[in-house]
């Protein structure tokens, strides 16, 4: 079993509709990170969290440590989020596991 | 600040030979790690480098080396290229507290070809 564990692995949706992408992990953590791939390969930190809730813009990440649980919601959605989204953990140092990918893809 | 930045962007190798990848991180970052995409394993976790000196390394064999020099920039060299060794290689540099509580800012990666 992987330490981390994304679902779905692919999801499609309507443009505006609401999207939660889930991680799970099953080891102890500093942080969790939420991180985007574009085609192209270039990754682009969305969040860092140790506890709580983040948001930015139309992004909302959720972590609840005692459950080894995040979510990412991205609320009105736009053609324009499409795209891989990876969740990584960190302990102590800089090393990031990571989870599958989530690939998204928004139609108009 | 300009970005982390990586070179070359695109390579392509035959079997046997060995290839060195460049990694300059944001100013005032002396964290650099490395990390390999596949479409099979996905993302895994080469090495970290801070302060000239290699902090972390994953799992993977000792044809993959890297160092680090004392303006932070970052290289890492795989010997004895293998077909598998076809990857995109991601570098990320942070401040590098070494906590697992920081950013990480990627590079665009070197997309490695072996022939």
């Known amino acids: 079993k992987n330490e981390v564990e994304q679902s779905p692995q692919n999801l499609t949706a309507q443009e505006g509709e609401f999207i939660t992408i889930n991680c799970s992990y099953s080891?102890?953590?500093?942080?969790l990170h939420w991180l985007q791939q574009h085609p192209g390969g270039g990754i682009v930190s969305l969040f860092m969290?140790?506890?709580g809730k983040k948001k930015h813009g139309r992004l909302i990440a959720t972590i609840n440590i005692q459950e080894k649980h995040s979510s990412l919601h991205i609320t009105a959605s736009h053609p324009r989020d499409s795209a891989v989204y990876i969740c990584?953990?960190?302990?102590?140092?800089?090393?990031?596991?990571f989870g599958q990918g989530t690939r998204l893809t928004i139609n108009p | 600040k300009a970005g982390v930045t990586q070179t070359p962007r695109y390579l392509i190798k035959t079997r046997g030979q060995q290839v060195t990848l460049s990694c300059s991180p944001i100013?005032?970052?002396?964290?650099v790690s490395w990390y390999q995409q596949t479409p099979g394993q996905g993302l895994q976790f080469l090495f970290e480098?801070?302060?000239?000196?290699?902090?972390n390394k994953g799992n993977f064999p000792g044809r993959f080396s890297g160092r680090q020099f004392s303006n932070s920039r970052s290289e890492m060299n795989v010997s004895t290229l293998e077909l598998g060794d076809s990857a995109l290689y991601l570098c990320?540099?942070?401040?590098?507290?070494?906590?697992?509580?920081?950013?990480?800012?990627f590079g665009p990666g070197t997309r490695l070809l072996v022939l």
């Open positions: 990320a540099s942070s401040l590098g507290t070494g906590q697992g509580i920081e950013t990480q800012y």
């Open positions: 080891v102890g953590i500093s942080a």
């Open positions: 969290l140790s506890s």
């Open positions: 990584a953990v960190s302990s102590r140092g800089q090393k990031l596991v």
């Open positions: 100013s005032g970052h002396r964290s």
């Open positions: 480098y801070f302060s000239e000196t290699q902090r």
